[in-house]
C-alpha cells in the first residue's frame, strides 16, 4: 500500500514551511497512524519514536531518497533499535542491534552531546551522504541537521556492535559517538540509506525537542495509534 503524505510542509521551491494549520496537523498525524499500522509496527517500533522521525522526514526539504532510519536509544544495547523503512512502498527493510557512545551509557544511552571529543552520541535528523573505506571499514558520513553540524559523525561496522558481544557481556561494545553496527550487516545497511535518505536518532529526552530546528514540543503530543 503506498501513502501519501501531506505537501503543506513544504513550498513550489522545496523551502520548508514553518507552520502548520490544526486540520493539516491533524490529518498528517492520521497518516502516520495509518502508516505505523501498515507495516505492522506494532510492539516492534516504538509509536513516539516512529511518529517523531515521520513528521520530521516530511519536514526536510533536501532528502534525496524516499528512505528514513530511526535509532531508538530508548531501548537497551542488547535489543535490536535501528530500524530502516522504505517509505515509498511501506516496509521495514532493516532492523540491527546498533551501538552508542561509550560516554552515553552502558547498556543503555542516558546522555548524549554535540560537543566534539564528548564520545557521546547525538540525537535528532541527518541527511546521509556519500562512503567511504576508512579506518574503521566501510563508512557512510552523516550530515547533521539541526543539532551535530559540527562533528564528524558515521556509520559503520565494527566486532564490538556484535549480538555476541552482549551475549558474553551484557551489552554492546561502544562506540566514539558514532552508530556502530555489525559487520555482518553493516555495508547492506549502508548502501540501502546512503545517499540523501533520512537519519533520525531518538532518545525520551524533552531538552531535544525544546533546541530542534524541525521538530518542536507540540510533535510530542500522543496521538493513540
Same mark, same amino acid.
Given at each position: ?21 490544526? &486540520? ?20 516492534? &517500533? ?26 531508538? /536509544? ?10 530502516? /523503512?522504505?517509505?515509498?512502498?511501506? *516496509? ?42 576508512? *579506518? ?10 539541526? *543539532? ?13 556492535? +556484535?549480538?555476541? &558481544? ?24 549502508? +548502501? ?23 521538530? +518542536? ?5 500522543? &496521538?493513540?495509534?
Amino acid at each position: 500500500m503506498f501513502l501519501s503524505f501531506p505537501c503543506a510542509y513544504f513550498t513550489a521551491e522545496g523551502e520548508a514551511v514553518p507552520t502548520e494549520s490544526p &486540520v493539516a496537523a491533524v490529518k498528517a498525524a492520521d497518516e502516520v497512524v495509518s502508516l505505523y499500522h501498515s507495516m505492522q509496527l506494532e510492539g516492534v &517500533v516504538n509509536w513516539r519514536a516512529f511518529k517523531q522521525a515521520v513528521t520530521g522526514y516530511n519536514r526536510i526539504k533536501n532528502r534525496k531518497r524516499d528512505v528514513l532510519t530511526l535509532i531508538d /536509544f530508548s531501548k537497551p544495547s542488547t535489543e535490536k533499535r535501528l530500524y530502516v /523503512f522504505d517509505m515509498k512502498h511501506c *516496509r521495514m527493510l532493516y532492523s540491527s542491534v546498533v551501538s552508542h557512545g561509550k560516554n552515553s551509557g552502558g547498556n543503555y544511552a542516558t546522555s548524549f552531546s554535540n560537543e566534539y571529543g564528548s564520545y557521546k552520541s547525538s540525537l535528532g535528523f541527518y541527511l546521509t551522504a556519500s562512503t567511504y573505506q576508512g *579506518r574503521n571499514g566501510y563508512s557512510l558520513i552523516l550530515d547533521g541537521l539541526d *543539532r551535530a553540524r559540527e562533528r564528524a559523525i558515521v556509520v559503520h561496522g565494527a566486532a564490538y556492535a +556484535d549480538p555476541s &558481544v552482549a551475549s558474553r557481556g551484557g551489552r554492546l561494545g561502544r562506540s566514539f559517538g558514532c552508530p556502530a553496527l555489525p559487520t555482518s550487516v553493516s555495508r547492506s545497511i549502508i +548502501d540501502a540509506i546512503k545517499g540523501g535518505s533520512v537519519m533520525y536518532i531518538y532518545a525520551e529526552t524533552p531538552s531535544y525537542l525544546a533546541q530542534s530546528s524541525i521538530l +518542536d514540543t507540540s510533535d510530542d503530543v500522543i &496521538v493513540n495509534q
